[in-house]
């Protein structure tokens, strides 16, 4: 089945500083991926749809200027944190759009701490 | 707007049968799923039913679907401690194809005991 790897697991940085997550489909093409947060103890909520050759799209409330979302090529996107605080801290996932019969595929994710 | 609710914790013993549920309010969905998160992990697929069917079983996972209560289950037989972890209901409201607006619920705990 569709396979999407994400980089890192988790980090440790320092507030201020800018941390870039990537989302890569391994074995298919995606035009477009999307972009969730997690809070401790809770669901999931769509931040951004990054989208190949074009500008991403953002949620409502979701700051652009803060959360970078580039979509590279067929099988990249990142999401880079800018200028990191404490509140920014939390588990970052990505996910394909579905593929046959797999649905969404969502990546490993990304446990954000900025101390 | 929409909604999905889960219970949010479920503990059970080894062997024993595990039903989980979810309630959500579109009654325009078209997909509903069930992923299973680890700690720390992001989350899997672990089966979905389309809108116009009432169950669905795949090996221990069993699906049923009723649309007039609004009311999603996901049964898990024999239960095993490596069936610990969070699963969290979700569906695709009607008109949102693609677009990766997957409506969650907050997700269930179960705890699987020895």
């Known amino acids: 089945g569709a396979v999407v790897s994400q980089h890192p697991s988790w980090v440790i940085c320092k507030s201020g500083t800018s941390v870039k997550i990537e989302c890569r489909s391994l074995?298919?093409?995606?035009?477009?991926m999307f972009w969730y947060r997690q809070f401790p103890k809770q669901s999931l909520m769509l931040m951004a749809t990054?989208?190949?050759?074009?500008?991403?799209?953002?949620e409502q409330g979701v700051e652009k200027d803060k959360f970078l979302i580039n979509h590279a090529s067929l099988t990249l996107s990142t999401l880079t944190v800018t200028s990191a605080h404490p509140e920014d801290s939390s588990f970052y996932i990505c996910?394909?759009?579905?593929?046959?019969?797999?649905?969404?595929?969502f990546g490993s994710g990304t446990r954000l701490t900025v101390v | 707007g929409e909604d999905v609710e889960q219970s949010l914790f479920l503990s059970v013993r080894e062997g024993d049968s595990s039903v989980i549920n979810c309630t959500y309010t579109?009654?325009?969905?078209?997909?509903l799923y069930w992923y299973k998160q680890e700690p720390g992990a992001g989350l899997q697929l672990l089966t979905y039913?389309?809108?116009?069917?009432d169950m669905k079983q795949d090996q221990r996972l069993t699906v049923l679907l009723n649309k007039k209560d609004k009311h999603l289950s996901l049964r898990i037989a024999d239960t095993q401690t490596g069936d610990s972890a969070i699963y969290f209901c979700?569906?695709?409201?009607?008109?949102?194809?693609?677009?990766?607006?997957?409506?969650f619920g907050q997700g269930t705990t179960l705890q699987v005991k020895p």
């Open positions: 579109d009654s325009s969905s078209t997909y």
């Open positions: 039913i389309f809108s116009n069917m």
């Open positions: 979700a569906e695709i409201p009607y008109g949102s194809g693609n677009t990766g607006k997957l409506i």
């Open positions: 996910s394909a759009p579905p593929t046959g019969d797999y649905g969404y595929t």
């Open positions: 990054s989208n190949e050759g074009s500008k991403a799209t953002y």
């Open positions: 074995d298919f093409q995606a035009t477009t």
